[in-house]
């Protein structure tokens, strides 16, 4: 489990960016690997996310996430997921004590958010779609409504990859200067001919800090790069191997 500065500092939130090892996963998946969408044993997946939220201080079923769809939907709670509760969203906020946010991410940007003063918190899922249709600013907002004031709020970004590893075609490239010509900033010359180097990171703290988050970090990891402790949706289809493991970061109030 890898912990923020900025998070830490605040005795009344519990957090983690999680890495792929301490769990009870095998082969491809080995070992922390938590999504229920991947092809995993569903008992080992469980164990793993129960673990998750022990470290946290929860009970497992006080653990929620989303199904996560690549949006910029995000879903303000209070109580554990009940069975018929239409759960598709990127992000998570809220102001309930004891109840864990948690997002999932192989690659795509995890962002934990707090504003102690108010006691809210959240988490989003910013892969370049989220991020570009506002995720990060839809979170912001929630939180809010539940109290917070972004002025006072900490985001800080989680494992993500990198753009030393993030090569993208010239539509991708396209698709954001059509929105804005200065997002051209966050592309570099890839070594292949139109396609570019993007930053994800980068982009995510610019919305970020243009959105008037009090504070925007990055624990600048690459989830690419490093094999061992994390998993990659890049890195997996570059080996050709058939699935996936995720990560998760997570957030939660202590007291109450």
């Not at 605040?10 to 969408?37: K, M, P």
């Not at 929105?179 to 139109?194: I, L, M, N, Q, V």
């Amino acid at each position: 489990m890898i912990t923020a500065p900025e998070l830490m500092a605040e005795d009344s939130v519990a957090h983690g960016f999680f890495t792929r090892q301490g769990g009870v996963s095998e082969g491809i998946y080995d070992s922390l690997n938590i999504g229920l969408g991947s092809s995993d044993r569903r008992e080992a997946v469980l164990e793993n996310r129960a673990r998750i939220a022990a470290r946290l201080g929860v009970d497992a079923g006080r653990l929620v996430s989303p199904y996560q769809v690549h949006s910029a939907d995000v879903i303000a709670v209070d109580t554990p997921w009940r069975e018929d509760q239409d759960r598709k969203a990127d992000a998570l906020v809220t102001n309930s004590p004891g109840l864990a946010l948690g997002i999932s991410t192989a690659d795509c940007g995890p962002v934990l958010f707090a504003d102690v003063g108010a006691r809210v918190i959240g988490a989003a899922h910013a892969g370049w779609r989220g991020a570009l249709t506002g995720v990060l600013e839809n979170t912001l907002d929630a939180m809010e409504r539940l109290g917070a004031r972004r002025s006072r709020i900490v985001a800080v970004v989680g494992p993500t990859i990198s753009a030393a590893a993030y090569e993208v075609g010239p539509e991708f490239h396209e698709r954001f200067t059509a929105r804005d010509p200065d997002y051209s900033g966050f592309f570099s010359p890839s070594t292949r001919a139109d396609h570019f180097m993007f930053d994800l990171p980068a982009f995510i703290l610019m919305r970020l800090r243009a959105a008037g988050v009090g504070r925007a970090t990055s624990l600048d990891l690459c989830t690419y790069a490093n094999e061992e402790r994390f998993f990659s949706y890049r890195r997996t289809t570059h080996h050709g191997e058939p699935d996936y493991g995720r990560l998760m970061s997570a957030i939660v109030l202590t007291g109450d």
